[in-house]
């Protein structure tokens, strides 16, 4: 395969030292954004996938069951993302749980908003495959870092 | 109010047959204090009137609030949501055009990778029942090296291609999200029409409160080039701003 240009498809295969086995949730109430979102992340060799549409189906989710990333939509019927991501983190057992938002959301204050609650990586619609990727590594690279 | 229009008659009738009486014995001075009496008591009743027309003027006041929220939607909240419609369209012509360029752009690629793969299939099989010289061999040898190349050259373009149709779905997401704005105006737009068309089909009744309909506190959905005002323009302003947030 071919490496480097921008333009090229996104290769998640020659990762380094990342466990491509941890357990992501992915929540947003658009499904076909669930399957964009689940698929790039399958193409970074990342299989291990659960889906949620909103963050009333998603906490429940995230209490019983050990997740290693939560990727959220914010605006959600329901519970919201930021609502969401400000339960993750009242949780003690969830509150150290790596979030990433990817949303269309993208006033200042929103962003500044969802920095305040303790997210850890924001992503905004439409984005790139490149984008998910990189912003995926920051996280990780900090978690190991700790 | 129909016992007192008929206490009122009374009134007026009892003070009238004795303002007669008085006139015709003529005592003046009581006949005078009897149509003094009866001026006054005309006066009271206009006073009732006016107080009574000072409420319902009230009550149109109110109801005039209602007619100017369908203003604003008229004036502002259509024309905002006829340009975010536009722009669901502009959307999904987008994807639609970069969906349609990769399947084009792939098509072929594919269908030259599936006739050379199965032509070397032929010959292929043709060499494992010893059927080929050596001459032929070479030649198959080299048309193999060629479709290698050809094959790790296509197939990432073909992955990249597809990766693109993928991303290119993200618009029914941002559409939806628009288009769900636009319904609850349109919902909002007919419950006030419906509330207009009650005030004027009946007596003006006291209003209906009438909210906003609540969309989510601090949600503003998609972001619409020339609408939308105080967004970040793209992935890199959001990465600045959280960066000068110390992220």
């Not at chain 1, 954004?33 to 429940?60: C, F, V």
């Not at chain 1, 006033?107 to 924001?122: C, M």
Request: net charge negative.
């Amino acid at each position: 395969m071919r490496s480097g240009p921008a333009t090229g498809p996104v290769e998640f295969h020659r990762e380094a030292g990342l466990d491509k086995n941890i357990k992501i949730l992915i929540v947003d109430d658009f499904s076909t954004m669930r399957r964009i979102i689940k698929n790039l992340l399958r193409d970074l060799g990342y299989n291990n996938t659960s889906e949620a549409d909103d963050g009333l189906t998603a906490l429940p989710m995230l209490q019983s069951s050990s997740f290693d990333l939560l990727i959220t939509d914010w605006n959600m019927p329901g519970m919201q993302g930021i609502d969401l991501l400000r339960a993750v983190r009242a949780d003690p057992k969830l509150s150290a749980l790596p979030v990433m938002m990817v949303t269309a959301e993208q006033k200042r204050e929103q962003i500044i908003e969802a920095a305040k609650a303790g997210v850890n990586g924001y992503i905004v619609k439409p984005f790139t495959a490149q984008t998910l990727k990189e912003k995926l590594e920051k996280i990780f690279e900090r978690v190991e870092a700790k | 109010m129909a016992n007192d229009t008929s206490v009122l008659h009374q009134d007026y009738v009892v003070r009238a047959r004795e303002m007669l009486l008085q006139m015709e014995q003529g005592n003046e001075e009581e006949s005078a204090r009897l149509l003094d009496e009866l001026v006054r008591l005309r006066e009271d009743s206009l006073f009732r009137e006016l107080g009574k027309l000072t409420r319902d003027f009230h009550d149109a006041l109110n109801n005039f609030r209602l007619d100017s929220r369908i203003a604003d939607i008229a004036e502002h909240e259509i024309p905002d949501a006829r340009d975010r419609l536009s722009y669901v369209i502009t959307m999904t012509e987008q994807a639609a055009n970069r969906t349609l360029s990769a399947i084009e752009d792939s098509l072929p690629a594919c269908e030259a990778l599936e006739a050379q793969g199965e032509a070397l299939k032929t010959r292929w099989a043709r060499f494992t029942r010893r059927e080929m010289d050596a001459q032929d061999f070479r030649v198959l040898a080299h048309d193999m090296e060629t479709f290698l190349d050809a094959a790790s050259r296509d197939l990432p373009r073909l992955h990249e291609n597809l990766q693109d149709v993928l991303m290119a779905q993200g618009f029914q997401d941002l559409t939806g999200q628009i288009i769900r704005r636009v319904i609850s105006l349109v919902e909002e737009l007919e419950r006030n029409l419906v509330e207009l068309v009650r005030i004027s089909g009946q007596k003006l009744l006291p209003p209906e409160k009438e909210a906003k309909p609540d969309v989510g506190v601090g949600v503003h959905g998609p972001a619409v080039p020339g609408l939308d005002t105080g967004t970040v323009s793209g992935q890199d302003e959001v990465d600045d701003l959280l960066s000068s947030l110390g992220f």
